[in-house]
Nanobody
Framework: QVQVAESGGGLVQPGGSLRLSCTAS????????MGWYRQVPGKQRDLVAS???????NYADSIKGRATISRDAAKNTVYLQVNSLKSEDTAVYYC?????????WGQGTQVTVSS
């Protein structure tokens, strides 16, 4: 059984920052890519950022230059630091862990950017 738990969401003012964390626990090994996605009601879930086991990162154009994704392999944890938040960053943020045989999703954490 594998559990994926996100934390760090909440209400943030425009221009502010936040740091999301996601940890995979349980019987999981051989994680290669870890990523963050986001979804707003009525729209598809889109990639925000990802990082491979080798440290290669990928960012959505909408967040490039404002976000940094990092991982702690020993802790099976991935982080997403986002700065200069905008109202359009408001969404539910989901973590995805890519194992050797399947992907695992977290339950999501709400991020609301509003004054």
């Amino acid at each position: 059984q594998v559990q994926v738990a996100e934390s760090g969401g909440g209400l943030v003012q425009p221009g502010g920052s936040l740091r999301l964390s996601c940890t995979a626990s349980g019987n999981i090994f051989g994680i290669h890519t870890m990523g963050w996605y986001r979804q707003v009601p009525g729209k598809q879930r889109d990639l925000v950022a990802s990082i491979t086991a080798g440290g290669t990162t990928n960012y959505a154009d909408s967040i490039k230059g404002r976000a940094t994704i990092s991982r702690d392999a020993a802790k099976n944890t991935v982080y997403l630091q986002v700065n200069s938040l905008k109202s359009e960053d408001t969404a539910v943020y989901y973590c995805r862990i890519d194992g050797p045989f399947r992907n695992y999703w977290g339950q999501g954490t709400q991020v609301t950017v509003s004054s």
